[in-house]
């Protein structure tokens, strides 16, 4: 059975007193199951970013003594700082990492922010995922005003909180709190050292999109002439069609296109009130990816810079071959890619997979072996060294005095003990395994021999189902 993880990142409104964050942090990992990732502080913006991981339970209790401790030692009243804020304790997003669902960080959510809302008096909002209002997903939407409106706001019903008294909490301010996907910053390596290649593919590729363009596009989109929006004249960024009003363009995109226009408008910080004047927008291929173009100096060459604000609608190994091609129409070769920060396991996991089945092989093989192949087909080691064990949240490991890491000779040894423990249980999970991995052997060993085209399906599903009894008896080893 696969561990489960939660990531949780609070934000704290102090960035400048480093004992008031070490001595959040240790509420954090004073918690038994927790693990504190990251903590990173920012003088200029007065914030502080802390990350860490752990069990449910382990999770839910650190986030709300962090919590606590944050409104014990950050008086909102004197706080001053760049980035929008509206409490000590500004934001506190719950994230699946492996084992747990979403529901069960929304669940996470609802139930840390009922405690701080009933034992510490301050105004929870529930976002993103949580959200029980559609314009509270929006983080901005909830924090709009920042701390300065919340007196006011909190006097309109409207602006009632999700959990807490509607009532202004002048030292800790309000709180949000909610339950979002893994965010994966990603960057994909070109050999150029020009800038705007990388742009122009990453337009490509964003969920946003782009200016739509005419005249020498090819291969560089970029050097195009703009095209604009006119009285009478409202061409559609994705086909020949031409309306003779906007709102006849904006029917058209979302019955034939799906796509919101006035939405992608905004986005593009254009006015679909007034559009004359503004550039026609197309939206880009991906969405939930957030993507631009920039030249790096440490590496002398140009990337692709991406977010992927839900790995689960768009897995970064798919975005990269798409890039491979449109890199390849601009003269270019991506040469590899940059993890910044961590992934999470089932996506790395997934990519193995699918490079795997690109090549006609068997998936149903060791995990480290389908990570293997994933780090070596998304060329991971290009610009800086992957380590596999530091950079994926949700690794599957033995644990440090495992059974299964063992000789077979000293398993044998340590069985033969006057001890009941390893015992009957233990044997039987690892003979288990043993027989799940020959089950795996003989499917690998039969896949793409003569003869057997017609199970090929079957052989490379078997194959799979093998490999995950085998894991699941082999941690059943120590389990028992």
């Not at 993103?128 to 309109?156: C, I």
């Amino acid at each position: 059975m696969t561990e489960q993880i939660v990531e949780c990142v609070p934000n704290f409104s102090e960035g400048r007193d480093k004992a008031v964050i070490d001595q959040i942090t240790r509420e954090i990992t004073g918690v038994s199951g927790t693990t504190l990732l990251s903590c990173e502080m920012g003088a200029d913006v007065n914030r502080t970013v802390v990350t860490f991981i752990g069990s449910p339970a382990a999770v839910e209790e650190a986030a709300y003594r962090a919590i606590k401790k944050a409104a014990e030692l950050i008086d909102m009243r004197r706080h001053k700082g760049a980035h929008p804020r509206m409490g000590a304790t500004d934001v506190c997003p719950f994230v699946p990492v492996s084992g747990v669902s979403m529901d069960d960080c929304v669940a996470i959510s609802q139930s840390v922010g009922k405690r701080v809302g009933e034992t510490l008096g301050i105004p929870v909002y529930l976002y993103e995922a949580s959200a029980r209002k559609p314009e509270w997903q929006s983080l901005a939407n909830v924090r709009a005003g920042e701390y300065e409106a919340l007196p006011k706001k909190l006097k309109d019903p409207e602006w009632r909180p999700d959990f807490g008294p509607a009532e202004f909490n002048p030292r800790a301010g309000a709180t949000a709190i909610g339950a979002r996907e893994f965010l994966i910053a990603y960057n994909i390596n070109l050999n150029t050292k020009d800038k705007q290649l990388a742009m122009d593919i990453a337009f490509e590729l964003r969920e946003k999109g782009r200016s739509v363009r005419t005249g020498d596009i090819d291969p560089v989109y970029m050097n195009g002439d703009l095209v604009k929006y006119r009285d009478g004249h409202y061409p559609c960024g994705d086909c020949d069609f031409v309306g003779q009003t906007f709102a006849e363009t904006c029917n058209h995109t979302r019955q034939v296109h799906d796509y919101d226009l006035v939405a992608l408008m905004k986005a593009h910080d254009s006015d679909p009130d007034k559009p004359e004047g503004w550039s026609v927008k197309q939206p880009g291929k991906f969405k939930q990816v957030r993507a631009i173009g920039w030249y790096v100096d440490e590496y002398k060459r140009a990337q692709i810079t991406i977010n992927f604000t839900n790995y689960k609608v768009t897995p970064p190994h798919i975005v990269v071959e798409a890039a491979r091609e449109m890199a390849a129409r601009r003269g270019l070769v991506v040469t590899g890619c940059e993890v910044v920060g961590l992934v999470p396991f089932p996506w790395i996991y997934e990519a193995g997979q699918y490079y795997l089945r690109q090549q006609g092989k068997s998936a149903g093989v060791p995990v480290m072996d389908v990570i293997e192949t994933a780090v070596q087909s998304l060329g991971l080691n290009d610009v800086v060294p992957f380590h596999a064990e530091e950079k994926i949240l949700g690794l599957p490991k033995d644990a440090a005095n495992a059974l299964v890491s063992l000789k077979a000779s000293e398993l044998v040894h340590e069985v033969s003990r006057d001890t009941p423990a390893p015992g009957g249980g233990s044997i039987a999970a690892l003979a288990g395994a043993l027989g799940a991995a020959l089950a795996s052997m003989v499917s690998n060993l039969t896949i793409g021999k003569k003869g057997y085209e017609a199970v090929q399906k079957d052989l490379l599903a078997l194959a799979e189902k093998a490999q995950g009894i085998k894991d699941r008896l082999l941690k059943a080893v120590d389990d028992d």
